[in-house]
């Protein structure tokens, strides 16, 4: 599914995407949490205290613009965020916010690049993220955050919040969370990478990619 949704299309993909997710370990417990931006600029976006595996269709928060709940159960206590990104990147139509380990793991070290956190080890991931800005700490609740995350979100489709975890965008909740998935591998490539001698994409390489297939911050 693809595009702008209407609600009940909206449930059921968040339903889909999130019960994949759980599944394949990128999520555990009650972390995390998806939205979808709907024609009318209202939001859909998970319950609080709720296990991607086990989302409830008719329990998927509807939210108008101004973030008041018009059906559904409450919702998850990161809403906030996901709005801040969508009010910044008009295109956006979907957003994944995961604690998947190998990239909430690089969200807690010390010394990374905070304007590119991760290097273009991959292809893939320069097409699907490109540079990942760090997001420097807050605490849950912090109500700096959403405005330090629409800053960047202006320029950024995907950024790593730190000592938390990422939040990427797309013009899909699929395409969202397929970035998502290929953001949380190249962590792990990182980590595992670690101590090596590594050979990373060189700036014509990016070029070309950036030309053939567009630019990440255009998703």
């Not at 916010?97 to 690049?113: K, P, Q």
């Amino acid at each position: 599914m693809t595009g702008i949704l209407d609600i009940a299309s909206a449930r059921e993909e968040i339903c889909l995407h999130g019960r994949s997710l759980f599944d394949r370990g990128y999520a555990s417990g009650s972390s995390g949490n998806l939205s979808v931006r709907l024609a009318d600029g209202s939001m859909m976006v998970t319950p609080t205290n709720a296990s991607l595996g086990r989302l409830d269709p008719e329990a998927i928060a509807h939210l108008d613009t101004e973030g008041r709940l018009l059906n559904g159960a409450e919702p998850s206590k990161e809403a906030l965020l996901h709005r801040a990104v969508y009010d910044a990147r008009s295109q956006a139509r979907g957003i994944v916010h995961l604690h998947a380990t190998h990239s909430a793991a690089v969200s807690c070290m010390a010394g990374l690049d905070s304007s590119s956190c991760l290097p273009p080890l991959t292809a893939y991931f320069v097409m699907k993220i490109g540079h990942l800005p760090l997001i420097e700490y807050h605490r849950p609740g912090d109500p700096d955050l959403p405005r330090r995350i629409a800053t960047v979100a202006r320029e950024h489709p995907a950024f790593l919040l730190a000592n938390h975890g990422p939040i990427v965008a797309g013009r899909s909740l699929a395409q969202a969370v397929n970035a998502a998935e290929e953001l949380e591998e190249t962590a792990r490539l990182f980590l595992l990478l670690r101590g090596s001698a590594t050979r990373l994409l060189d700036c014509e390489q990016i070029e070309i990619l950036e030309r053939v297939f567009g630019r990440a911050t255009d998703a």
